[in-house]
């Protein structure tokens, strides 16, 4: 998969999570993603749920999200 292929919405998602973990070594949380991008907790869960599915972050349920090699 392309950035191309990306919405702008998922590009954002992905550029977000990478600014929160390459600048701090706190675990990259939901809440933290919400607050990045000024969107309510439960849309950054969504968002995230879907990128996952498509291989771009790895998440664990209640735990850190992270970039997966493709979506860094």
């Known amino acids: ?42 849309s950054a869960s969504d968002a995230v749920r879907k990128l996952t599915e498509q291989g771009l972050l790895s998440h664990a349920r209640y735990g850190s999200v992270e970039l997966t090699e493709v979506g860094r």
């Open 1 to 42: 998969m392309s950035v191309d292929e990306l919405s702008a919405s998922a590009q954002n998602y992905l550029k977000a999570i990478w600014g929160l973990s390459e600048w701090s070594d706190e675990p990259v949380t939901l809440k933290l993603i919400a607050q990045r991008t000024g969107v309510a907790l439960s």
